[in-house]
């Protein structure tokens, strides 16, 4: 089936420093990623959707200068944590739509637990 | 805005016991719903979905139906093996995003 990989899957850094995250379809196009965010014990919030070519949207109360997403190709979508602080400390996870799929059809990276000291 | 309620974890129960992890939700219109099945170190997967009312998913021995007059996706399986050890999201589809329930972490023991 199609797989999702996501990179790192763990990573420490000091505080305002600036963290990438990858996001990438092994074995077909994505046009749409959707980056996620959970809290211990919460459920997957969604931060924001990604567009290959365009700029991604936005959940209400996500800073889009702090979390800088590029989708520049149908494969590969980054996820950047700016100047990061120990509360932007959260497992982040990826996810990516099929191109030929329904909307159903999407497909997990396995996360990034960040931790920020 | 649309929302998923779900049974709070952990639940920890013998092999070949009967499970059922409840999940209800709000949303306008008419969503598709789903169940993700995390399993250690792995990403998210889809284990079964159903997209009107009155649909049954059905995937690995569990079932879940939808229930519109009860707001209900409630997942059930009759008898659970140590390999079903993984955590459990209930999802809803619906204003192009996925809205997730907060998971629960099932472990069944020998």
């Known amino acids: 089936g199609a797989v999702v990989s996501q990179h790192p899957s763990w990573v420490i850094c000091k505080s305002g420093t600036s963290v990438k995250i990858e996001c990438r379809s092994l074995?077909?196009?994505?046009?749409?990623m959707f980056w996620y965010r959970q809290f211990p014990k919460q459920s997957l919030m969604l931060m924001a959707t990604?567009?290959?070519?365009?700029?991604?949207?936005?959940e209400q109360g996500v800073e889009k200068d702090k979390f800088l997403i590029n989708h520049a190709s149908l494969t590969l979508s980054t996820l950047t944590v700016t100047s990061a602080h120990p509360e932007d400390s959260s497992f982040y996870i990826c996810?990516?739509?099929?191109?030929?799929?329904?909307?159903?059809?999407?497909?997990f990276g396995s996360g990034t637990q960040l931790s920020v000291l | 805005g649309n929302s998923v309620t779900q049974m709070e974890g952990p639940v920890t129960l013998s092999e070949e016991a009967f499970l059922t992890i409840n999940c209800t939700y709000t949303a306008t219109g008419y969503p598709s719903l789903f169940w993700y099945v995390q399993y250690p170190g792995e990403g998210l997967q889809l284990l079964l979905k159903?997209?009107?009312?009155?649909d049954k998913g059905s995937n690995k021995g569990f079932e879940a139906t939808y229930r519109k007059e009860t707001t209900s996706f409630h997942l059930e399986k009759g008898s659970v093996q140590v390999s079903d050890s993984a955590v459990y999201f209930c999802a809803l589809w619906g204003n192009e995003k996925l809205t997730f329930g907060t998971g629960t972490r099932l472990t069944i023991i020998p």
């Open positions: 074995d077909f196009q994505a046009t749409t």
């Open positions: 990604s567009n290959e070519g365009s700029k991604a949207t936005y």
């Open positions: 996810s990516a739509r099929d191109l030929q799929g329904t909307n159903e059809k999407l497909f």
């Open positions: 159903a997209t009107k009312a009155d």
